[in-house]
């Protein structure tokens, strides 16, 4: 398959791994921000081939699970109406509130739709005039320009039975809350490759100055992750923190300019809480004053709502990679994807998620 097999070649991948061991002097810590990136390491093995070369910190890059416990719970308050039809993408339907999910609102008769796309939640809106319309907005960089387009189009048709719950966060902040923590053991991070593809590098290179950490923006793909590796390995033997883009065929330090110019009209910079790690100032989006009419957070007035955090879920110290997930006590017994104690269990791009499917045999012994 053009442009997908050629990047799992095993022959090169090998000749890379040998290149990385030869490279390293000692372990060095490198923390991938993408739940996307987390599984790919995982179900590839790469952590393991590269054992004594890097350690692999998991990140909080991973957009249903970091979605806050007081937002799941506002969903679940708005979708148990009965004129709302409420629509989500499906990772968000077992995401554990205080008390039940999505699913649980569906099977009690809400109207909870799985979409794979915004723009379908606008056509909903538009094909049942009678009904709210409420799409639940969450990620990151990547995915905030369609959720932004969405409430352009929604506006274009003169729809007033759509609107949005938003819960965007975005990446440089976060790096700046796990370069903070005193508990940080990050020497390096490899960047999301395809946020960088919307926005660019630039937000990059005042972290590499002001942490002294080198910052590889790296695609997904077992090579693609090798070489991100691979120049993260040798800045830091050269003890000099840069930035580099590792993944040139998806990225330009520009971004993409048109996206950047939506986000900018239709969100504005907010401070936003991220499940099981806290409020980090400057890291969210919220729809900005000339679009407030489509918050659904305002339409509904569910921002008084009390929450309760499973005091058994560790899923924080997961994000903040302090926790290797099959190191919880939880794993795989009181906490699986059927039954989770929170998000990082459930997302498509969740680590623990990814340690079940891959690494469930390797659970230590009193776990």
Not at 54 to 78: A, K, N, Q, W, Y
Not at 83 to 98: E, K, Y
Not at 221 to 228: R, T, V
């Amino acid at each position: 398959m053009r442009f997908l097999d050629e990047f799992a070649d095993p022959v090169l991948a090998r000749r890379m791994i040998e290149q990385i061991k030869a490279t390293a002097t000692r372990t060095w810590t490198l923390m991938e921000v993408c739940g996307g990136q987390t599984h790919s390491i995982i179900r590839n093995g790469v952590d393991t081939l590269l054992a004594g070369a890097v350690e692999f910190i998991h990140g909080p890059g991973c957009p249903v699970c970091v979605t806050p416990l007081e937002m799941i719970d506002r969903s679940l308050e708005i979708a148990s109406r009965p004129d709302v039809v409420f629509c989500s993408f499906g990772d968000m339907l077992r995401v554990p509130g205080s008390g039940r999910d999505l699913f649980h609102v569906r099977a009690d008769g809400g109207d909870v739709r799985v979409v794979y796309s915004p723009l379908d939640a606008v056509r909903i809106a538009a094909d049942n005039p009678a009904k709210q319309v409420v799409f639940f907005g969450v990620g990151f960089e990547t995915t905030a320009p369609a959720n932004a387009m969405a409430v352009v189009a929604a506006r274009e048709r003169g729809l007033r039975n759509f609107s949005m719950l938003v819960s965007h966060v975005r990446v440089p902040p976060a790096i700046t809350a796990v370069m903070r923590s005193p508990r940080c053991r990050v020497e390096g991070f490899l960047a999301a490759g395809h946020v960088c593809t919307v926005m660019g590098t630039a937000e990059y290179g005042p972290l590499v100055e002001r942490f002294g950490v080198p910052i590889v923006v790296t695609g997904f793909e077992p090579l693609d992750l090798l070489a991100g590796v691979r120049q993260s390995v040798e800045l830091l033997e050269a003890g000099a923190p840069a930035l580099r883009n590792a993944y040139p065929r998806a990225v330009a330090a520009e971004g993409n300019p048109v996206a950047q110019r939506v986000l900018a009209d239709v969100f504005e910079v907010c401070d936003r809480k991220w499940r099981g790690i806290g409020e980090i100032p400057a890291s969210g989006w919220r729809l900005s004053g000339e679009w407030a009419d489509f918050d659904a957070g305002r339409r509904f007035a569910v921002d008084d709502l009390e929450v309760r955090e499973s005091p058994d879920c560790r899923a924080g110290e997961v994000l903040q990679g302090l926790l290797k997930p099959h190191h919880c006590p939880a794993f795989g017994s009181r906490c699986t994807p059927r039954s989770p104690l929170g998000a990082t269990m459930v997302s498509s791009e969740g680590a623990c998620a990814a340690y079940y499917a891959f690494r469930r045999l390797e659970v230590p012994s009193g776990a």
